[in-house]
């Protein structure tokens, strides 16, 4: 089992920008992938980043494309979500996931998660 710990949420104006963070325990952080997941009460979880063990490969929700950059740095075990131009919408829990086994885009393929990070966007 990976341990998971997010951090960098916060409240932040609509088109400020949050970076969140997410250390992994273990020694093999670079072999796995790594993911972003964020939701709201009464909603499922929502796909928002992934990126492969290497960071050669990522893919991102449609919501987010072009706003959102996820970046891992294996020396240090974290990978990280750098959020831009906010939107009301992506307020929400932020949780970091990780070791999928399939599509990156389904919830339910991942095998570990951290206890989630709010982050508060306001008009």
């Known amino acids: 089992q990976v341990q998971l710990v997010e951090s960098g949420g916060g409240l932040v104006q609509t088109g400020g920008s949050l970076r969140l963070s997410c250390a992994a325990s273990?020694?093999?952080?670079?072999?796995?992938?790594m993911g972003w997941f964020r939701q709201v009460p009464g909603k499922e979880r929502e796909f928002v980043a992934a990126?492969?063990?290497?960071?050669?490969?990522?893919d991102y929700g449609d919501s987010v494309k072009g706003r959102f950059t996820i970046s891992r740095d294996n020396a240090k075990n974290t990978v990280y979500l750098q959020m831009n131009s906010l939107k009301s919408e992506d307020t929400g829990v932020y949780y970091c996931?990780?070791?999928?086994?399939?599509?990156?885009?389904?919830?339910?393929?991942?095998?570990?998660w951290g206890q989630g990070t709010q982050v508060t966007v306001s008009s």
């Open positions: 990126i492969g063990g290497s960071g050669a490969f990522t």
């Open positions: 273990g020694r093999t952080f670079s072999s796995y992938t």
């Open positions: 996931t990780a070791r999928p086994r399939g599509n990156w885009h389904e919830s339910t393929n991942y095998a570990d």
